[in-house]
């Protein structure tokens, strides 16, 4: 197949002007870097060769192909020096009006069939198109940071972009090793969309005292498989950059309480606690290596009490034989008995609530979070309510930790920590979905590799099950009487019916 664009301009030689300028030259294209700073192209030209003399040592590329890399990339001293290009990418300051100012002069300089692209991860398209002459050949061409790692984009179509004209830039994105995925212009398109729910969620329950942020870390990174807890990746992204990602996405979308912004997150960016890169976020670093808070350890307990299991309990048979081979006293009577350890598995609902509607004594009654089955998760965790009695709430733990599986205790919280979480995620994605931001599939593709989740999102909803996500999500409405836990059309629908989250026709 032939390169889908043979002479690439790259406008603004940043962090993301050199990736893509990279990864064109690589896939065989002739490229020019353009930037207003003086030296900026040179500098980015050398970093490039660089990075490919590194891939030589290292062997990944023979000294000819590096040297047939060099030759194609080309420092342009002016705009007019990108008259002949066929692609033209911008990568400048996320400014819509200086963004404008460079497309209409753009406009001047290359051929009217030239496709124009711009890489804002924040603003419409649609917005920086308006005013353009010829406005079908532009688009928006999101990649992530560091580019040539992160080998996923996002083509993205203004109101009036040319389908032809994304079709060759997906055919290009492959040319250069990435994965193309397909987004309508809506704030933060996918990737950045669909991750709104797992930081904001934690946050939230940060803010509600449930636990924190370390203990929040490891029951993701434990229950669901998350590389990095929400807070890990805060510090690694920084909040200078999160929280302005979060406090957009919100206000595009007229402040819509699903991608409600945090206290917090202002707060620690307010007092420069933003992240790793100064050496504090929510975790210190000492030599840029990150300080984890100890785990409570698991309590020396003398006598554990008998335990009656709630016949409501999520997931209960095998909560039951859980509790046999950890060698707990099983009662099996209608209700428990004066001594008995009360448990309870709710979805979407606190132990608090659980226990006074079912009349369970709450001083001995404790609940654990059966959303993820228990083979396959690495920690188990478990809740008070206010009237919990430290001993039960110590044999619960000491119980529950016995066979050497980390166990965190929270407090009492509609929907624990992984099933806020989780549900959080799915009923965005499922929204996504509903507004037709993009396909099921290149949704799953695009969070899978932008955001490096251990499965899409609609996977989880899947594996969980959307009934289950979606009774948590119920439940949690009428605990928190918060419309940002209200289920999308799109979940509800397929959750009652019981189709997979990834079935696309309706
Ligand atoms: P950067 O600050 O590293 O580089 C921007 C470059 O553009 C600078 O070298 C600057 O001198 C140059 N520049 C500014 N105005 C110019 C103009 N009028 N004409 C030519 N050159 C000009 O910025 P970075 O991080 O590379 O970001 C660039 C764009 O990519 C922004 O729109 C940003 O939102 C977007 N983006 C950034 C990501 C990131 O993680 N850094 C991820 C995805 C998108």
Redesign the pocket.
Known sequence: MTLAFSQVAI???????RGIAQIAAQAGSQVWL????SG?SAKACEAIGQTWDKLQEKGKLSPETVASHKTRLHKAASLQDLCGCDLVVE????KID??K??FADLEKVVAQDAVLV?????LSVTAIAAGMQHPQRFAGY????PVPLMKVVEVIAGLKTDAAACQRLSDYARQMGHTPVQAQDTPGFIVNHAGRGYGTEALRIVGEGIADFATIDRILRDQVGFKLGPFELFDLTALD?SHHVIESIYRQYYDEPRYRPNVITAQRLAGGVVGKKVGEGFYKYVDGVQQVPAEPPVPVVEHIPPVWVSPRAARRSELLQLLKDLGAKIETGQSPSPEALTIVAPLGFDVTTVAVVDRHDPARTVGIDMLVPDSATKRRVIATNPATRADMRDAAHALFARDGKPVSVIRDSGGFVTQRVVATIVNIASDMCQQRVCTPQDLETAVTLGLAYPMGPLAMGNRFGPDSILEVLFNMQTVYGDPRYRPSPWLRRRGAIGLSLMHEEE
């Open positions: 406008i603004g030689a940043g962090a993301m002007g353009f930037d207003t700073q900026a990568a400048i300051v996320e200086i963004k100012a460079v711009t890489n804002t991860s924040s999101h990649f992530f940071n950059v």
